[in-house]
């Protein structure tokens, strides 16, 4: 890309540090932009009926991340399953920053088992929350806030299998909701200025798979490997750069082939 225009640009990611994430926000920095790092400060309370799969990084590894980047980066903390704290993050965010940008909805909720057979109302709500629930309303909060011409976009991070994700009930049909909430905000503000698009990845390495699953998935993406972290932080800058002025609503999958 010539000139991404990103330079001087504040970005809010969250789940920003750590995984996809981390690597979504060096990607800005290396642009030039001051990356708010949202992150979750304590784990979540285990729960009798499911087996939780989440990432943490802790408020050392976020703050050190921010001093990392420079330009200003800084990390905070919001739980985003708790009613309120989307608002309260985008406002913290804006006190400080003065604008947000750029808004990058990274931050997910997984949990294990969520099949057919396995459902309950706590694991579909929880899932909801945070994949799609959350992040309309920081968009909305966003664009409210909106200083000048700011925000200028949003990109949601969804899955290469929202169409269909069996086995992964709440957290594949939360990341479809959100897919269609990008259809929907990049309709409702694009007469604002604002662009709203999605990213979504496929099986990308970011530690949870052994030798056995990275063999498995490897032999069923047309283009040979799975995928990592760098891969889905170019295409999401790329969504947030100028050369994407015209690109809104849309949903690209970086897959390497998988789940076309």
Not at 27 to 48: E, K, M
Not at 52 to 67: M, N, V
Not at 83 to 90: T, V
Not at 211 to 223: D, G, H, N, Q, Y
Request: aromatic share 4%.
């Amino acid at each position: 890309m010539i000139d991404t225009r990103l330079a001087g640009q504040n970005v809010l990611v969250t789940g920003g540090a750590g995984n996809i994430g981390a690597a979504i926000s060096r990607a800005f920095a290396v642009q030039g932009a001051r990356v708010a790092i949202h992150y979750l400060a304590q784990d979540l309370p285990a729960a009798a009926d499911a087996e939780w799969a989440h990432i943490t990084p802790s408020a050392d590894e976020a703050g050190k991340l921010a001093a990392e980047l420079g330009n200003g980066s800084f990390a905070i903390s919001a739980d985003l399953s708790e009613p309120g704290a989307a608002s309260r993050l985008a406002e913290a965010v804006a006190a400080r920053a003065g604008s947000i940008n750029v808004l990058v909805n990274n931050a997910a909720h997984c949990e294990l088992p969520d099949g057919v057979d396995t459902l309950t109302h706590g694991s579909l709500e929880r899932h909801y929350r945070v994949n799609a629930i959350a992040p309309a309303l920081l968009t909305s909060e966003v664009a409210r806030l909106r200083q000048g011409d700011a925000p200028r976009c949003v990109v949601n991070i969804t899955t290469d299998a929202a169409r269909a994700f069996p086995g992964q009930t709440g957290y594949g049909t939360s990341k479809a909701a959100l897919e269609a909430l990008t259809r929907s905000m990049a309709l409702d503000l694009a007469p604002r200025g604002i662009r709203v698009n999605a990213v979504a990845p496929g099986p990308v390495q970011t530690g949870w798979m052994d030798a056995e699953l990275v063999a498995r998935a490897t032999a069923i993406v047309p283009m040979g490997r799975v995928g990592e972290p760098a891969d889905i932080a170019d295409a999401v800058v790329y969504l947030a750069s100028y050369q994407a002025r015209w690109i809104t609503g849309q949903v690209l999958q970086v897959a390497g082939g998988h789940a076309l």
